[in-house]
């Protein structure tokens, strides 16, 4: 029991977390927001899973299963219209999200690791 309630505040935190990173990127970095939106493949559903994360949005009305926002087209503030930003985003939903990100490493191009020489045991020159 003990456990279970320490797991939720944990993710409930973690939830807390992103939500502040993602306000705080759209707020002082718009032009990394803008890099990651364009990375991102995928249209927006409606689902207002991104609506429910910690709180929830007091723009969302809900429908039965069908959700939709009373300012999805007329002021929404840069979180809602840039979400998701990374792959954490839609960890903080369970993946319930429509939009996906590209694997970057799918395109056959390795990230290289760079090491000192005095690491690899060969000399200089």
């Known amino acids: 029991m003990f456990t279970n309630r320490f797991l939720r505040v944990f993710q409930v935190a973690s939830r807390l977390k992103g939500k502040i990173r993602r306000f ?15 990375k991102r493949e995928g249209e927006c559903d409606q689902c207002g899973a991104c609506c429910k994360i910690v709180l929830s949005c007091p723009f969302l009305v809900e429908y039965g299963s069908h959700t939709a926002c009373r300012i999805y087209n007329t002021f929404r503030p840069t979180a809602c219209r840039s979400f998701p930003l990374d792959q954490r985003d839609l960890d903080d939903v369970n993946r319930q999200c429509t939009y996906s990100f590209p694997n970057e490493n799918t395109t056959g191009e390795r990230e290289q690791l760079i090491v000192p020489v ?4 060969k000399t200089e020159g």
């Open 24 to 38: 705080l990127l759209c707020l002082f970095f718009p032009a990394r927001v803008q890099e990651s939106v364009r």
């Open 118 to 121: 005095w690491r690899t045991g």
